[in-house]
């Protein structure tokens, strides 16, 4: 049996140029996940500095000046501590769930990037349920918290759990018609085109300025869901030691860290992309992509420039929540549930209801 050389090696030549294409494939997949992750984790080290700078400036001290110049490695030098750490278990505890619970409180929110254009097109996944999605993605953080405080055998790291689920519960539900208000006045539920739905009339088209109940009852909202002042009541120290992350030490407990400034984050992120036209900065009668000669952003100068912008609202907002810190005192457990479900939730129903009308009326 005679076989063809040439033949033999056109087959090997095809087979690896067609691995090869392959391996390239899924190294472009990779590519702008990777970057994400890595713009996401160099966003929280600048909150975290942004966070001690600000604290420090309201109570009138120095802050973190040490590590690197003013201070903008402590985040790092902190975060390589508790990777070094021992990772102590409970004897008595659950050990499966007292160690997926801090993976899933991440995971859960590290999804919620998925559907935050930065820019023009310059999204992961351009959903048309892209809203409605990081809603869902965000009821699945709770659960981790839960299993946490579960799996500690702590009767204060289960109380924590449990407190944060209701929290959870209590401030989801009146998020959500405030995001149904602002996909009703963009007809799409798609991050973008609620984005380009404002870009229409420039500075006076954010639907800050058309929504002003609706921005208020989703600040507060959003605040609760992170479980920041005056809503940290999941991880009251004077009640409950730490709450559900009582037990936790090492790469765990920094993991719970990250994960509530990635939460901070990702919320700060979409005010922006729903009430602060996004990616658009529009002054009165001035366009500044029109300015600079952007063509629809278009371009790595204007990729440039609108990620820019984005991350620029999303951190001078953060100002909010930062300095509410130190402004306001906590409350207790039964005045949050009120405030959530006899207060917050008629009035965005009843935006809910305002808007409605006004888009029925205005076919």
Known sequence: MIID???????????????????????????????TVFGIIIGVLVIVWLERQISAGVQQRIGPEYAGPLGILQALADGTKLLFKEDLL?????????????????????????VIPFGYRLVLADLSIGVFLWIAISSIAPIGLLMSGYGSNNKYSFLGGLRAAAQSISYEIPLTPCVLSISLLSNSSSTVDIVEAQSKYGF??????????????????????????????????????????????????????????????????????????????SIPYILIPELLGINEMGGVFGTTISIFITLAKAYLFLFIPITTRWTLPRMRMDQLLNLGWKFLLPISLGNLLLTTSSQLFSL
């Open 90 to 114: 409970p004897s008595r505890g659950d050990i499966r769930l007292f160690s997926i619970g801090p993976s899933i409180a991440v995971i859960s929110i590290l999804l919620s990037y998925l």
């Open 204 to 281: 006076w088209g954010w639907n800050l300025w058309r929504q002003p109940i609706g921005f208020t009852v989703f600040l507060i909202s959003s605040l609760a869901e992170c479980e920041r002042l005056p809503f940290d009541l999941p991880e009251a120290e004077e009640e409950l030691v730490a709450g559900y992350q009582t037990e936790y030490s090492g790469i765990k407990f920094g993991l719970f860290y990250v994960a509530s400034y990635l939460n901070l984050l990702v919320s700060s992120l979409f005010v922006t992309v729903l009430y602060l036209g996004g990616w658009n900065f």
């Open 5 to 35: 050389t040439t033949k033999v090696e056109a087959i090997n030549s095809f087979s690896r140029s067609e691995s090869l294409k392959e391996v390239y494939e899924l190294i472009w997949l990779l590519v702008p996940i990777f970057t």
